[in-house]
């Protein structure tokens, strides 16, 4: 289990003190420091070597420094994002940095668990070895991943059909069965070789030995007798064209498809 090391990021002194005790009745969730301003928050990560934070809980409305512009002006490869606000109508606008969890304050104890364990799933998954890019080895084949449940399941790659964004969650459907995934749809796919799955629209990524059709607005995928027609945005079609091509220059198994006219 990943150890949790945070920091509180709110000029909200209540807000503040209720987090930190939620914090210390939290296994294996250390605070390391409590913030009242962005500014501060972003020197002490700048000087984070041996502290080691991965999780942030964030506050919008801020002097001097608002959450977003914090957001916009740190490295979050290596940390998770919780936003935690009295204010709704940040919320979209915080999922393009791709942040955790958004809670509404006051924050419950149970919906702070919650966030805890979002947290914990995308720091685990980013232990798991990089193969972005590369050609699985001859005897790696799947990923684990962990739906909403807690439950691992070993998915094959071959059995990926489509991948579905789903506000914070992907759904993933393969030719076994259907399950969510705590992770945005960019993190998943850079988790997966890409001679997988292509990403097709900014809704859905389909599993390429899976396609049976595609026209210059739609792409068809199929799930065992069932086919699923999906929109083709023009973003993606270039990359598509190109892994196209690739799989039919290597003979790859029931894929003919006419890369011009994409």
């Known amino acids: 289990m990943t150890a949790v090391n945070c920091i509180i990021v709110d000029d909200d002194v209540f807000s503040t003190r209720v987090m930190s005790g939620y914090i210390s009745r939290t296994n294996d969730v250390v605070l390391s420091q409590c913030f009242t301003n962005a500014i501060d928050a972003i ?15 964030l506050d919008i409305e801020m002097p001097e420094m608002s959450g977003m512009e914090f957001l916009r002006a740190i490295d979050l490869s290596d940390k998770e994002v919780v936003i935690y606000s009295s204010q709704e109508k940040y919320a979209l606008e915080s999922y393009e940095y791709d942040v955790c969890d958004y809670l509404l304050k006051p924050v419950s104890y149970a919906r702070f668990i919650r966030a805890i ?5 995308n720091l685990d998954l980013r232990e798991q070895p990089d193969t972005a ?7 790696v084949d799947c990923v ?9 399941h070993k998915t094959k790659y071959e059995d990926i059909v489509l991948i579905e964004t789903m506000e914070n969650y992907v759904s993933m459907t ?6 969510l995934v705590h992770i945005p749809m960019k993190k998943i796919i850079e988790l ?3 001679n997988v799955v292509t990403r097709i629209h900014r809704s859905y990524a389909v599993g390429i030995k899976h396609i049976c059709n595609i026209d210059k607005e739609h792409i068809v995928v199929e799930c065992g007798k069932e086919k699923i027609s999906l929109p083709l945005s023009r973003t993606y079609c270039q990359d598509l064209r190109k892994k196209m091509n690739s799989a039919s220059v290597a003979g790859s198994d029931g894929i003919l498809v006419y890369a011009d006219n994409l």
């Open 117 to 121: 364990a979002k947290a914990r799933l």
């Open 192 to 194: 997966l070789p890409q």
């Open 144 to 152: 684990f991943l962990r739906d909403n449940t807690g439950t691992l």
């Open 133 to 139: 890019g590369e050609e699985p080895a001859a005897d």
């Open 174 to 179: 393969t030719l076994k069965q259907k399950f």
């Open 43 to 57: 020197n002490f990560i700048a000087t984070d070597a041996e502290k080691n934070v991965n999780l942030i809980f």
